[in-house]
């Protein structure tokens, strides 16, 4: 869980720096703190728990803030999506940002396919309002990130991306 919450901490950076909204790149980049702040905190738990054993308190303590964790990356995942939706600055040479912002593409890609099909097959109530019912659902980063298989490498270790993988399928 803490590695996985450092991996969403560096996509969020990294959107946070391409980003061209201020507003946003400054949200994200709270977020991302944010979700560090967890992520260690999260570590330092886990490693007392190992050592002090079984505990009733312990274990919801762990638990707390395993919640905050997934409640944090889900924050950044969010933001993550204005980001994309807002725009981002150009090409780097660094190749986990190209990764990151390829990603981010893809998604929004979906993202307008899935709207645009929304827009010619919508059904119409009696006053002319879209009717949700039956509807499918928007692609999220969320779900993005939930359909990519976990993986034994993290981004430390591979710098550079393989085509056909993004930062976040990069799990340990």
């Given at each position: 869980?803490?590695?996985?919450?450092?991996v969403v901490v560096k996509f969020?950076?990294?959107?946070?720096?391409?980003?061209?909204?201020?507003?946003?790149?400054?949200?994200?980049?709270?977020?991302?703190?944010?979700?560090?702040?967890?992520?260690?905190?999260?570590?330092?738990?886990?490693?007392?728990?190992?050592?002090?054993?079984?505990?009733?308190?312990?274990?919801?303590?762990?638990?707390?803030?395993?919640?905050?964790?997934?409640?944090?990356?889900?924050?950044?995942?969010?933001?993550?999506?204005?980001?994309?939706?807002?725009?981002?600055?150009?090409?780097?040479?660094?190749?986990?940002?190209?990764?990151?912002?390829?990603?981010?593409?893809?998604?929004?890609?979906?993202?307008?396919?899935?709207?645009?099909?929304?827009?010619?097959?919508?059904?119409?109530?009696?006053?002319?309002?879209?009717?949700?019912?039956?509807?499918?659902?928007?692609?999220?980063?969320?779900?993005?990130?939930?359909?990519?298989?976990?993986?034994?490498?993290?981004?430390?270790?591979?710098?550079?991306?393989?085509?056909?993988?993004?930062?976040?399928?990069?799990?340990?």
């Amino acid at each position: 869980m803490v590695s996985n919450g450092q991996v969403v901490v560096k996509f969020g950076n990294i959107l946070a720096k391409r980003c061209l909204d201020e507003r946003c790149s400054t949200e994200l980049l709270h977020a991302a703190e944010h979700t560090q702040s967890i992520s260690s905190q999260l570590s330092i738990v886990a490693r007392v728990k190992a050592v002090t054993g079984e505990s009733k308190a312990s274990s919801e303590l762990l638990l707390s803030n395993v919640q905050n964790l997934i409640q944090a990356v889900q924050h950044v995942l969010r933001v993550a999506e204005v980001a994309c939706i807002k725009g981002l600055g150009q090409s780097s040479a660094d190749p986990e940002e190209e990764e990151v912002a390829a990603f981010c593409q893809q998604w929004r890609k979906n993202l307008t396919q899935h709207r645009a099909k929304e827009a010619l097959n919508s059904d119409r109530d009696e006053l002319g309002l879209r009717k949700t019912r039956g509807a499918k659902a928007e692609p999220t980063l969320m779900f993005l990130v939930q359909e990519q298989p976990p993986r034994s490498r993290s981004i430390a270790k591979h710098p550079s991306p393989r085509k056909g993988h993004t930062v976040m399928d990069r799990h340990s």
